[in-house]
């Protein structure tokens, strides 16, 4: 038992010091605070918004204020995430650190946890923002809290992407790919949707409903809509998309982990 | 301050110049394209879906927002192309916009396009299941502005099985029923309004059984003038003449009875024309409305 214990101890040790020190350099990065500064320019735009659409201001603060939330802190994922790994290779301070007894796997969950946690703390900022243009436009709900719950799970999402992709490729071969993943998550919805009536064979058909199922569907963790409707979220449907979230994540985590086990430093 | 940061001040100096001029000839070239040029800056909703990335309440509300604010400059013909198509798009982004349906129709009313209208209304009902506003909205501009009774009673209809306690809706279905022509129906629905306003003394209750005593009157002179008519058109058709009398209508058994006008006095007639007609007008303060 006590070894047990004792290496459960490293291993939160560990992770939970290069979490910290992935959350200290992340918070330095000019790109954080810049994408933070446009966001939280558009959210108190849509307060401006929301008085050109005559009689509908407290739905334009809320889909313009998720919209902004969603598309910035993806795009924090995505410029923030992708050098994590990468930078440590190239600038070689990744052997201070692997000289050391610190698991390969345990860097990845450590500067994945420290990501994480930056892009959390972006999204409690732009949250506090967004609440505040409500109260002033008096339509406040809480359910804004339940909607931040799905953009981070999405976050959780597009982090593990971004670490997977920043461990086996350039940054810049890295942001590309992570915005791909984000632009095909957010456009498989479509396949079915749009595309599907617009094919008429039926091996066609078939491959368009196959693709649609491969593919990953962020859309699927978004309630935006049901709350700029007041309208409530099916049961069932909250423990099914964060089991879907987490699975991708351990997916993704393990995958990056088993190539950066594999990759040659020296 | 040296030679060469002079100079580079001088640069710039004319370089913004340059910009300067080269904004406000992009701005006269702008100025030059018609209004249809600018309104087709929409894409299509399928491409709007995909373009959104999972945020189309947002550019559901841009659209909206750029659609409210930019009617006015658009003239008329122009607008009556494009403005189905932009709250079409944007209701096809968020299905659930109520308030687009609302404005959309309002904006279709005012140039006239009902078809477009009708469509657009008919979307926004077939999509908010529980929602009456709109049909009634929608039943509005039929039965005041396109005098469309037959849609008005649909949309009447509608908005009455969504929302059967509200009175005005059962007043504007009555109605829309009584231009249609459908005066059995009418008249069931102004009988409940009356039955319903029995006794009530408040101005509102007055008012609606003065408006069911005179609509009740109305559409019982109608069913009876109407059955009226085609029995002395049958007689005249059969005959070549026209009856004399309408109790020469029993008589050939062109009518079961020849009923009586709401005071219980017989219709007047006229042999040369064979025009039937109710022996006096709705009196308001009269016997039979009870006012």
Redesign the interface.
């Known amino acids: 038992m006590i070894p047990t214990r004792e290496s459960a101890r490293l291993f939160r040790s560990q992770v939970w010091a290069i979490a910290r020190n992935t959350f200290r350099e992340s918070v330095r990065s000019r790109v954080f605070y810049i994408l933070l500064a446009f966001a939280v320019g558009l959210l108190g735009f849509s307060y401006v918004?929301g008085f050109?659409?005559?009689?509908?201001v407290r739905?334009?603060v809320l889909?313009?204020g998720?919209?902004t939330i969603?598309?910035f802190t993806a795009l924090t994922a995505i410029f923030v995430g992708i050098g994590l790994v990468y930078q440590e290779i190239e600038k070689k301070t990744i052997y201070n650190i692997l000289s050391k007894p610190v698991d390969r796997g345990r860097f990845i969950l450590g500067r994945y946890a420290g990501l994480l946690l930056v892009l959390l703390v972006n999204l409690a900022a732009m949250v506090a923002v967004l609440s505040l243009v409500l109260v002033l436009v008096g339509g406040f709900t809480p359910r804004i809290f339940a909607a931040a719950y799905f953009t981070a799970l999405e976050l959780m999402v597009l982090t593990a992407v971004a670490i997977f992709f920043s461990s086996v490729a350039s940054p810049v071969v890295s942001a590309l790919c992570t915005a791909a993943f984000?632009?095909i998550g957010?456009?498989s919805?479509?396949l079915p949707?749009?595309l599907l009536p617009q094919v008429e064979s039926i091996l066609g058909r078939k491959f368009v409903v196959l693709l649609y199922h491969v593919l990953p569907d962020?859309?699927m963790l978004?309630i935006?809509?049901l709350v700029?409707?007041d309208?409530p979220v099916a049961p069932g449907f909250t423990p099914r998309a964060t089991l879907y979230t987490l699975l991708f994540v351990v997916i993704l985590l393990s995958a990056s982990a088993l190539s950066f086990r594999r990759r040659d430093l020296l | 301050m040296s030679l060469r940061h002079a100079l580079a001040l001088i640069l710039l100096a004319a370089l913004l110049v340059t910009a300067g001029s080269l904004h406000s000839s992009l701005a006269d070239i702008r100025a030059g394209y018609s209004d249809e040029f600018r309104s087709y800056y929409i894409p299509s909703s399928g491409y709007m879906k995909v373009a959104s990335l999972g945020q189309r309440n947002f550019w559901a509300d841009l659209i909206f927002v750029w659609a409210v604010q930019y009617f006015d400059r658009y003239g008329e013909e122009v607008r009556g192309a494009n403005l189905l198509r932009t709250f079409d798009t944007l209701t096809d982004l968020d299905p659930r916009f109520f308030e687009a349906y609302i404005f959309g129709c309002l904006f279709l009313s005012l140039d006239q396009e009902w078809d477009a209208l009708y469509r657009l209304a008919d979307k926004g009902i077939a999509l908010n299941s529980k929602n009456w506003l709109l049909p009634w909205e929608a039943g509005t501009y039929a039965f005041f502005q396109a005098k469309d009774y037959e849609q008005a009673a649909r949309y009447f209809q509608i908005a009455h099985d969504r929302n059967p306690g509200e009175i005005l809706i059962k007043d504007m279905l009555a109605n829309s029923l009584k231009y249609r022509g459908d005066y059995g129906r009418s008249l069931d629905f102004w009988t409940k309004i009356r039955d319903q306003f029995e006794g009530d003394d408040s101005p509102r209750g007055r008012f609606f059984r003065l408006a069911a005593d005179r609509n009740i009157f109305d559409l019982r002179v109608k069913i009876d003038l109407r059955r009226l008519e085609a029995a002395v058109a049958a007689f005249s058709k059969e005959r070549g003449t026209l009856p004399q009398r309408l109790s020469d209508l029993v008589r050939d058994g062109f009518l079961p009875g020849v009923p009586m006008d709401p005071y219980g006095e017989p219709y007047l007639y006229d042999p040369s024309s064979g025009e039937v007609r109710c022996s006096k007008p709705f009196n308001f303060r009269g016997a039979y409305g009870q006012w």
């Open positions: 918004l050109l659409a005559v009689g509908i739905k334009v889909d313009v998720l919209a969603s598309y984000y632009v957010h456009t919805t479509a949707e749009v962020l859309n978004s935006t809509n700029a409707h309208l």
